[in-house]
């Protein structure tokens, strides 16, 4: 099942993806957010028609209220071999955090700042945490996901540079990056061992791998994270980006207004951003 956070009306509403629209989960169950819904569980029978058609309605970021947004960096291994340092696999995941405000919807442009040109991209999967834990051995992981949804990890390249320890500043800016369209909660139906994710720029592909070539599988980032800080409804970990960022284009190749984004994984489904200028 694909749940949402959707504009109706005027208002923001949770739902439920059904066919020719979305159940409306905030007048039928009382769902305000999707924290709401996942701390409470799959809501069960849904109605066979929606309450909304879907022209009437556009999808929002389905998690503005994310408790935490943990973000792994270089997991993907042709992406450590990209900065050509001679440096070994990592022994341990990067992380880095973002706040929910750095991100915008489906469908609604990623904003570029006056102060640098250098918005890039990065298309990411993303685990949405259902069941608190802290200690979680691998086997056990993915009992704690709820579900997946998309990310386009917006980087402003050279403020990330600013920092010698750390990527905070490139990572945050407002409305740079998008989550979305939904969280697609059908796990038993994906091979998430070997679940490819994809970027296109204006119908280019840019980015495109498998988690199967993931230095950290979804797993063991779990059993990393929850070894530090219990994890529960409401958190939401990046899974990490393929190679092919505009950054590491020669010459590099930044985000500018009118480009269009699309990140994409079957099952999942696509995230479509354009660019804006602040």
Request: net charge negative; hydrophobic share 35%.
């Amino acid at each position: 099942m694909k749940y949402c956070r959707y504009e109706c009306g005027g208002g923001a509403r949770i739902g439920a993806v059904v066919e020719g629209g979305v159940a409306d989960l905030t007048v039928r169950r009382g769902f305000r957010t999707m924290t709401d819904l996942i701390a409470a569980g799959a809501p069960g029978v849904l109605p066979a028609t929606p309450d909304h058609d879907a022209r009437a309605i556009s999808f929002d970021q389905p998690m503005p209220e994310a408790r935490r947004i943990f973000c792994i960096g270089v997991n993907y291994m042709n992406r450590n071999e990209e900065y050509k340092d001679g440096s070994d696999a990592p022994a341990h995941p990067s992380i880095f955090a973002r706040s929910p405000l750095s991100f915008t919807g489906p469908d609604k442009p990623l904003i570029r700042p006056s102060e640098s040109e250098q918005l890039d991209y990065e298309g990411e999967i993303v685990l949405v945490v259902g069941k608190p834990g802290r200690r979680i051995p691998q086997a056990e992981a993915m009992n704690h996901v709820f579900g997946l949804t998309l990310m386009n990890e917006g980087t402003i390249r050279d403020w990330v540079r600013h920092g010698k320890f750390n990527v905070t500043q490139g990572k945050n800016w407002d409305r740079s990056g998008a989550i979305g369209p939904w969280v697609e909660t059908g796990l038993d139906r994906l091979d998430v061992t070997d679940l490819r994710i994809e970027t296109r720029v204006n119908g280019e592909l840019r980015q495109s791998d498998s988690t199967a070539s993931m230095a950290f599988p979804f797993a063991k980032i779990i059993e990393y994270i929850s070894t530090f800080t219990e994890i529960g409804p409401g958190d939401l970990i990046a899974t990490g980006t393929p190679t092919g960022a505009g950054a590491r284009l020669d010459p590099p190749v930044w985000l500018k207004p009118g480009d269009v984004v699309e990140v994409s994984a079957p099952g999942i489904g696509v995230l479509r951003n354009g660019v804006a200028d602040e």
